[in-house]
């Protein structure tokens, strides 16, 4: 009678200790994400140098300093590409965000790391973003709604909008 009920609870452990494995994974390729965004004619890379003049605003936005010194995005036209990664709680999730005219038109999280959170992955939760901008204090004009149980992915998915917005904004006013 005992043996029944230990293979049970064995077998349920294992159910539950493998069930938020599938959060983790790559959703879309970043090449892949170009190609759909710039419908298969990519354009040449280009680079954003986190300077002296704008490294206290990338540092204001993502409440740390920069991982790298430059940030690579493609633009066409007034349509820009942004392929970037911010923690979560303790991995990077990568997130593409396309930026049309100081509005974002897309935000797509490409492969996330994290346990927890990977909620954020559904057009439920990105399609939020579309249209947003940010405001002179570098805070997005729209509310964003969280996610319970999810509220570093989706801190970090705000940050990373935020950013694409501002750099936009920066690229498009040294021209």
Not at 111 to 132: C, I, L, M, N, P
Not at 137 to 146: E, V
């Amino acid at each position: 009678m005992r043996w029944p009920l230990l293979f049970a609870l064995v077998i349920y452990a294992l159910i539950l200790s493998g069930s938020h494995v599938y959060a983790r994974g790559v959703y879309q390729e970043p090449e892949a994400f170009l190609q759909e965004t710039f419908a298969n004619d990519v354009p040449k890379a280009e680079v954003v140098w986190v300077t002296r003049s704008i490294r206290p605003v990338v540092e204001k936005i993502l409440g740390h300093k920069p991982n790298a010194l430059r940030i690579r995005y493609w633009r066409r036209e007034s349509r820009s590409a942004w392929i970037m990664e911010e923690i979560g709680k303790e991995k990077p999730i990568t997130t593409g965000i396309v930026v049309r005219d100081g509005n974002i038109e897309r935000v797509k999280v490409l492969v996330f790391r994290e346990s927890r959170g990977w909620e954020v992955r559904h057009d439920f939760f990105t399609d939020q973003f579309k249209g947003a901008t940010i405001k002179s204090d570098y805070l997005l004009d729209k509310p964003i709604d969280g996610i319970s149980g999810a509220t570093l992915s989706v801190r970090a998915l705000r940050k990373l909008a935020r950013l694409a917005l501002f750099l936009d904004q920066h690229v498009r006013t040294k021209e």
